[in-house]
């Protein structure tokens, strides 16, 4: 890569889908662990997913495969739709993903047109919303392009590899005490090398990126509960006192958790 790529984990933290229309986006390289398709609806754009560049303009699609680096750069200008699939999702055609990618560039435009109408459909609040109505249209939509456009096997860089891995490990162990010693020993790495390897990708350190972690998944949890316990929360995701929990929470909320936890988004 002739660039670092860095992790965009605001998707990744997000629980609802998202469809929403844009134009003129110039993003560096980065990746997240969500689907990300992009209908382009006028102009022109320099796209680059997985080292592949091409331009892509009105009625062609970009796909990018979770974990997938990618950037654009209008050229000059252009529109889009863009409809970020997270996981919850994607688990019926998830595992087909993992080995076997779409091209980055759909560029059947004839085809792609008899796609929109699925892709608009998500624009409905009310469809949107609802989840086994939204999960069937994007079954739909990636059925369709599953049988139109030919599949290529996923490559990915072996540190981006490792780093995924890390991440995903991270989501599976926060509630025990994870440390950059225990991490780094896990995937056999020099602690220092690996800090430095996780901040460039990440862009900001393991414990802090861990931290993040065990917060959404208290206020996930806690929305859940009808008498909920914080300090209980704040043990159960992995925090060794009160006072780690709300020095790393005032980094990101100015208001209360139990505010965050009650509220509505």
Same mark, same amino acid.
């Given at each position: 890569?002739?660039?670092?790529?860095?992790?965009?984990?605001?998707?990744?933290?997000?629980?609802?889908?998202?469809?929403?229309?844009?134009?003129?986006?110039?993003?560096?390289?980065?990746?997240?662990?969500?689907?990300?398709?992009?209908?382009?609806?006028?102009?022109?754009?320099?796209?680059?997913?997985?080292?592949?560049?091409?331009?892509?303009?009105?009625?062609?699609? =970009?796909?990018?495969?979770?974990?997938?680096?990618?950037?654009?750069?209008?050229?000059?200008?252009?529109?889009?739709?863009?409809?970020?699939?997270?996981?919850?999702?994607?688990?019926?055609?998830?595992?087909?993903?993992?080995?076997?990618?779409?091209?980055?560039?759909?560029?059947?435009?004839?085809?792609?047109?008899?796609?929109?109408?699925?892709?608009?459909?998500?624009?409905?609040?009310?469809?949107?919303?609802?989840?086994?109505?939204?999960?069937?249209?994007?079954? =739909?939509? #990636?059925?369709?392009?599953?049988?139109?456009?030919?599949?290529?096997?996923?490559?990915?860089?072996?540190?981006?590899? #490792?780093?995924?891995?890390?991440?995903?490990?991270?989501?599976?162990?926060?509630?025990?005490?994870?440390?950059?010693?225990?991490?780094?020993?896990?995937?056999?790495?020099?602690?220092?090398?690996?800090?430095?390897?996780?901040?460039?990708?990440?862009?900001?350190?393991?414990?802090?990126?861990?931290?993040?972690?065990?917060?959404?998944?208290?206020?996930?949890?806690?929305?859940?509960?009808?008498?909920?316990?914080?300090?209980?929360?704040?043990?159960?995701?992995?925090?060794?006192?009160?006072?780690?929990?709300?020095?790393?929470?005032?980094?990101?909320?100015?208001?209360?958790?139990?505010?965050?936890?009650?509220?509505?988004?």
């Amino acid at each position: 890569m002739k660039k670092s790529a860095l992790y965009e984990a605001f998707h990744d933290k997000e629980r609802d889908l998202r469809f929403f229309a844009g134009d003129n986006s110039h993003t560096s390289p980065h990746f997240h662990r969500c689907i990300e398709i992009l209908y382009i609806t006028d102009g022109k754009l320099l796209g680059e997913v997985d080292g592949e560049s091409f331009f892509a303009e009105k009625d062609d699609i =970009i796909f990018v495969r979770p974990c997938g680096v990618h950037s654009l750069t209008p050229y000059p200008a252009y529109k889009n739709f863009v409809l970020i699939i997270k996981s919850a999702y994607a688990d019926d055609f998830a595992s087909v993903l993992e080995k076997e990618t779409l091209p980055p560039l759909l560029s059947d435009k004839k085809f792609n047109r008899t796609i929109l109408p699925d892709l608009k459909r998500l624009k409905n609040p009310a469809e949107q919303e609802n989840f086994l109505v939204a999960k069937g249209l994007i079954d =739909i939509v #990636m059925g369709k392009f599953l049988m139109r456009y030919k599949r290529l096997p996923v490559v990915t860089t072996p540190n981006l590899s #490792m780093i995924i891995n890390v991440l995903n490990y991270i989501d599976e162990h926060f509630a025990e005490p994870l440390t950059l010693d225990s991490i780094s020993s896990v995937f056999g790495y020099n602690k220092y090398y690996f800090s430095r390897l996780f901040n460039k990708y990440i862009g900001e350190t393991l414990n802090s990126y861990i931290n993040n972690v065990r917060i959404n998944n208290i206020i996930a949890r806690g929305k859940k509960q009808e008498n909920m316990n914080l300090s209980q929360l704040v043990f159960d995701c992995g925090f060794d006192s009160m006072t780690t929990f709300y020095r790393s929470y005032s980094r990101r909320y100015d208001k209360p958790p139990t505010e965050v936890i009650h509220s509505q988004d």
